[in-house]
């Protein structure tokens, strides 16, 4: 699985970071979320979906790897 997160879109709700803290992180400035792990192990996959569906903004994109 790959990660890609649309900075313009995100509104800062933090539902990722909550979700899969080890995958996606926030700016200190703005909240404004960020990619950690771009492809991270399938350990995490489930919640990475999680993170996608709970983003109110549909910021988050997922891709087969």
Same mark, same amino acid.
């Given at each position: 699985?790959?990660?890609?997160? +649309?900075? %313009?879109?995100?509104?800062?709700?933090?539902?990722?970071?909550?979700? #899969?803290?080890?995958?996606?992180?926030? $700016? +200190?400035? %703005?909240?404004?979320?960020?990619?950690?792990?771009?492809?991270?192990? #399938?350990?995490?996959?489930?919640?990475? $979906?999680?993170?996608?569906?709970?983003?109110?903004?549909?910021?988050?994109?997922?891709?087969?790897?």
């Amino acid at each position: 699985m790959r990660v890609d997160l +649309d900075q %313009d879109k995100c509104c800062g709700a933090g539902q990722c970071v909550l979700t #899969a803290p080890e995958v996606f992180d926030q $700016r +200190d400035d %703005d909240g404004i979320a960020f990619v950690l792990t771009e492809r991270p192990p #399938a350990a995490l996959h489930e919640r990475v $979906r999680e993170a996608a569906l709970l983003c109110p903004a549909g910021a988050i994109q997922l891709a087969p790897q």
